[in-house]
């Protein structure tokens, strides 16, 4: 995906979050709905993320530097890693303790009609912002399966906005029938639960992102796919006999760093190396585009 595809989807979030942040909490200043400000929690939560998302996207493309000889794309992992946390503190921890505040001492639900408004539209504004990150996330996962694409994906953004987005989208209903179950049967205890289920939801989403942009920031090796193309083309150029190690790591969603040992004819003299090692360069640029720094090895088994 390209970097422009993952800004403009944090760019719709960020829109969306923000006018549904005030609607919500504008909502629950006036109707006292434990799960109505749970939610406007995680929509301040889901704001303050995407002003970290692009930050990460605008620092990982600054130039080279003798600090950063290798450039700064990770740094949009670095911030979507930030982004798991304060989704898990800001929102779900928050939501927990108010809905555990509101079954400890009941409340009055006032003025459903306006509460099911602001839910309503806020599913509406989160389900168009969900759909422009799902057409770029469609767009790179091609024919793969969306889950396997989900557990695959370098491209920590959209990974993050798809995954709010669906969380908002879960946890909004959610809030929906607790309030209804709380007209229906008078008890605010639904009220209070759906905040408590709303701050699980946050919290499982957290940990899921987490974990994901935890690899990445370490360093993951390209795909399998890739790097199988790159055996093959190398392989395929008519002076190496063989390959040994093939290291390669995501460097940034859209750069790959790749180290591949080669073992090359003996009768090549060292002009000849160097300009089979340059084809050798062109060659995996051709099958993984992403390819940044390519270090050839020449190696004799």
């Not at 909490?25 to 929690?41: C, D, I, N, P, R």
């Not at 982004?83 to 505040?101: E, K, Y």
Request: charged letters at 20%; glycine letters at 10%.
């Amino acid at each position: 995906m390209s970097s422009e595809g993952s800004r403009s989807a944090v760019i719709a979030a960020l829109l969306g979050n923000s006018t549904i942040a005030v609607a919500k909490f504008v909502a629950a200043l006036f109707t006292g709905s434990a799960g109505m400000l749970a939610e406007a929690f995680h929509s301040v939560a889901d704001t303050g993320n995407q002003l970290f998302l692009l930050r990460g996207l605008a620092v990982s493309h600054r130039g080279r530097s003798v600090e950063h000889p290798f450039g700064r794309g990770k740094e949009v992992y670095f911030w979507s890693f930030m982004v798991a946390v304060m989704l898990f503190v800001g929102g779900g921890v928050l939501a927990i303790q108010r809905g555990v505040q509101a079954l400890q001492r009941p409340y009055e639900v006032t003025d459903f009609i306006s509460n099911f408004v602001v839910l309503g539209v806020a599913i509406v504004i989160e389900s168009l912002s969900f759909r422009v990150a799902l057409r770029h996330f469609n767009n790179e996962r091609g024919s793969r399966g969306v889950w396997r694409s989900l557990r695959g994906t370098k491209d920590s953004a959209v990974l993050v906005v798809l995954l709010e987005d669906s969380a908002a989208i879960v946890g909004l209903t959610v809030a929906g029938a607790g309030l209804a179950l709380t007209r229906i049967t008078g008890s605010t205890m639904w009220d209070g639960l759906a905040s408590i289920v709303i701050g699980v939801l946050l919290g499982i989403v957290a940990v899921l992102l987490a974990s994901e942009t935890k690899e990445l920031l370490v360093g993951e090796a390209a795909d399998r796919s890739d790097r199988s193309a790159v055996r093959a083309v190398v392989l395929s150029v008519e002076e190496v006999d063989g390959i040994g190690k093939l290291l390669t790591m995501h460097m940034g969603p859209d750069e790959v760093l790749v180290n591949i040992e080669v073992d090359m004819r003996d009768d090549l003299t060292g002009e000849q190396v160097e300009a089979v090692m340059r084809r050798i360069e062109t060659a995996i640029r051709g099958v993984l585009p992403e390819a940044g720094d390519i270090f050839v090895e020449p190696i004799h088994v």
